[in-house]
T-cell receptor, first 110, second 112 residues
Framework: DVKVTQSSRYLVKRTGEKVFLECVQD?????MFWYRQDPGLGLRLIYFSYDVKMKEKGDIPEGYSVSREKKERFSLILESASTNQTSMYLC?????????FGPGTRLTVL | QQQVKQSPQSLIVQKGGISIINCAYE??????FPWYQQFPGKGPALLIA?????SEKKEGRFTISFNKSAKQFSLHIMDSQPGDSATYFCAAQGGGYQKVTFGIGTKLQVIP
C-alpha cells in the first residue's frame, strides 16, 4: 500500500511565524502535490512538484513556497503565516489513475 | 474560475435511498474523471473513476453516469447506508503532471 505521511495532524501558530509542513511518501512517485481544503471551496492546489528540485505553481500559490530536496519528501512553507491561511492542508502523491493523500494537517494561525 | 462544478454541497438521504451527486466540467482536454470519498479525519481516497469513452461504470452500489456531449457526469449511490456518510469530490484530470481539478465537495449524510 502507498503511504503518505504528514509531519503533524494539528498545528497552532502565530501570525508572522514561518511554518513548515512536511510530507513523505514511500512509493518512489515522481509527482507530489500540496492542497488546502476549506468548506465550500473544495480542494485547491497550492503547488506541485514533478521531480527533485522542480516545482510548479498551482491555483493559489500566493503566500506559500515549497521545497523538494529528496524524491520522497515535499515541504510546504508559509513564509509569514497569516490568519487567512488557517486551513486543512493535504499532501498527495499520484499514479496515472489515482492520487494518494496523507491524513492532513489542520493548521490554525492565531 | 471553477473548472469542475459540483452540486449539491450537502445531501441528506434516508437509509436505502439513492444518493445522486452531479458535476459539470468545461475543459474538453479532461480525459479522466475520478470520484474521491473522504471520511472525517482522513484524506480523500479514490472511490471510482471513468474515462469519457464509456457512458456508465458500475462498481457495487456506486455508479458513474457520463454524458460527454453535455460535459456532465454524476455519481449514484444505490441502497445508501449510514457508512456511506462522507464527503464526496468529483474530479477531472487531463494534461501533464497528472494534475487533478476537484469539485467543491458534497457532504452526504445517510440517516437510519
Amino acid at each position: 500500500d502507498v503511504k503518505v505521511t504528514q509531519s503533524s495532524r494539528y498545528l497552532v501558530k502565530r501570525t508572522g511565524e514561518k511554518v513548515f509542513l512536511e510530507c513523505v511518501q514511500d512509493m518512489d512517485h515522481e509527482n507530489m502535490f500540496w492542497y488546502r481544503q476549506d468548506p465550500g471551496l473544495g480542494l485547491r492546489l497550492i503547488y506541485f512538484s514533478y521531480d527533485v528540485k522542480m516545482k510548479e505553481k498551482g491555483d493559489i500559490p500566493e503566500g506559500y513556497s515549497v521545497s523538494r530536496e529528496k524524491k520522497e519528501r515535499f515541504s510546504l512553507i508559509l513564509e509569514s503565516a497569516s490568519t487567512n491561511q488557517t486551513s486543512m492542508y493535504l499532501c498527495a502523491t499520484t499514479t496515472e489513475a489515482e492520487q494518494f493523500f496523507g491524513p492532513g494537517t489542520r493548521l490554525t494561525v492565531l | 474560475q471553477q473548472q469542475v462544478k459540483q452540486s449539491p454541497q450537502s445531501l441528506i438521504v434516508q437509509k436505502g435511498g439513492i444518493s445522486i451527486i452531479n458535476c459539470a466540467y468545461e475543459n474538453t482536454a479532461f480525459d479522466y474523471f475520478p470520484w474521491y470519498q473522504q471520511f472525517p479525519g482522513k484524506g480523500p481516497a479514490l472511490l471510482i473513476a471513468i474515462r469519457p469513452d464509456v457512458s456508465e461504470k458500475k462498481e457495487g452500489r456506486f455508479t458513474i453516469s457520463f454524458n460527454k456531449s453535455a460535459k456532465q457526469f454524476s455519481l449514484h449511490i444505490m441502497d445508501s447506508q449510514p457508512g456511506d456518510s462522507a464527503t464526496y469530490f468529483c474530479a477531472a484530470q487531463g494534461g501533464g503532471y497528472q494534475k487533478v481539478t476537484f469539485g467543491i465537495g458534497t457532504k452526504l449524510q445517510v440517516i437510519p
